[in-house]
């Protein structure tokens, strides 16, 4: 009775604190709902212009026509093949090509197909990226894109990129625009919003602080999860040391200027009968020994100034940057001494022996030359009976024609 009294008295207080209450929570939703997808948004343009720019890295550091196709739209096609083919490692669709005054120049296969006639005059965004030397991202939802709807070859949600391209030598020669896959990566951001939005509705307006962070949380390891992957196709994955396509990207890097690039060290490190070892052993054994080779190389070099790259199958690469000779030369010593530590499996005991080749370039070396000095260097030294350090000298080019010519004769 009381209760119906204290009800029939506050009931139109009563009623106007739930509607308010619930237009509280009904404000607080939408501007959340708009929080997050504009966090959402932003996300998938940080994490597509992250995509973007490694892979444009790479095209102009490891494809040699790479300035060519962006200024002419003629190159290599073995090029312009394994561009495409790694279009699946980080989600790309297809990339285009424009030239320093915007003109589209070149057009990969794949699906958002342009007019025949789109290249004749300047692209904006091309143009705004090459002036600025920003990048210029754009989001499309295929439902909301007039050019590519219904069409089943594009995905919902894409990103359009326009990368300057620039130079190792800082030198704008283009744009690159690349087309990149967000579906996936905007599906995980969904679905942990939709956990979230059920605590949001169940609860009140002060703990909505706390979904909030546990969303904010959850992108930030969604786009590490997503870095870490990206990281992965620059590591050996049995090793953990830098694979053969890193290990290249390093080497150019400390040879951008050749009247510059004395004092660069490169051991080119050989598993003496490392084929043996597999033929007796096993490949299990053989994994091992790599592993534990790596292990030797990672622990003897110096921490800030060189890297450890595996560059074939029983063939590893250092690479010092501004090292001297006595000290290239400790750090072979260091390698040879670790070498000795004896590896293990399955009750298998075996001590490796390696066969380095050393070579400290000087200036006017290119890459190429210095690292083809460092592998004359390691056929010296298994030439000459294997577990030794051999330094380059320049009789060493001529025995190497010598044994080419015996071989042909």
């Not at 602080?209 to 390891?221: E, S, Y």
Request: charged share 25%; glycine share 6%.
């Amino acid at each position: 009775m009381n209760v119906t009294r204290l009800y029939e008295q506050h009931r139109y207080t009563l009623l106007a604190a739930a509607a308010g209450t619930l237009a509280l929570i009904g404000m607080v939703w939408i501007a959340l709902d708009t929080l997050i997808d504009w966090q959402v948004r932003e996300a998938i343009k940080r994490n597509a212009e992250e995509r973007a720019l490694n892979w444009s890295h790479n095209f102009l550091e490891t494809t040699p026509s790479a300035i060519e196709l962006i200024q002419t739209g003629k190159g290599d096609m073995d090029d312009i093949n394994r561009l495409e083919d790694s279009f699946a490692l980080v989600n790309i669709i297809r990339f285009q090509l424009f030239d320093e005054e915007g003109r589209q120049t070149f057009l990969s296969n794949g699906s958002l197909d342009r007019d025949s006639n789109y290249g004749d005059a300047p692209n904006e965004n091309a143009v705004r990226a090459f002036e600025t030397g920003q990048p210029v991202i754009e989001v499309h939802h295929d439902d909301n894109d007039e050019r590519t709807d219904g069409d089943p070859r594009v995905p919902e949600t894409y990103i359009e990129a326009y990368v300057p391209a620039i130079t190792a030598s800082g030198e704008k020669v283009g744009t690159i625009e690349l087309y990149v896959d967000a579906s996936a990566f905007e599906e995980a951001l969904e679905e942990t919003f939709q956990e979230v939005s059920i605590y949001l509705v169940a609860g009140t307006v002060l703990v909505l602080l706390f979904p909030i962070a546990a969303f904010v949380r959850r992108t930030q390891q969604l786009m590490q999860n997503d870095k870490r992957m990206l990281e992965l196709t620059r590591y050996d994955q049995l090793t953990g040391v830098f694979n053969r396509n890193s290990t290249t990207q390093h080497l150019k890097a400390l040879f951008i200027d050749p009247d510059r690039a004395a004092g660069t060290g490169i051991l080119f490190v050989d598993v003496d009968y490392f084929k043996q070892v597999n033929d007796k052993y096993g490949h299990a054994c053989g994994d091992i020994l790599l592993k534990h080779i790596a292990d030797v190389l990672k622990s003897s070099i110096r921490l800030k100034d060189d890297v450890v790259g595996r560059y074939g199958g029983d063939e590893f690469v250092i690479l010092c940057r501004n090292i001297t000779k006595d000290d290239f030369r400790r750090l072979s010593q260091r390698v040879m001494e670790g070498a000795k530590t004896p590896c293990s499996h399955e009750g298998n005991s075996y001590t490796p022996s390696l066969s380095v080749g050393a070579y400290l370039s000087r200036d006017g070396d290119t890459e190429d030359l210095a690292l083809h000095r460092a592998d004359l260097a390691v056929y010296a030294a298994k030439r000459g009976g294997r577990n030794q350090v051999v330094e380059f000298s320049e009789d060493l080019e001529g025995l190497f024609k010598n044994d080419e010519a015996q071989k042909s004769a």
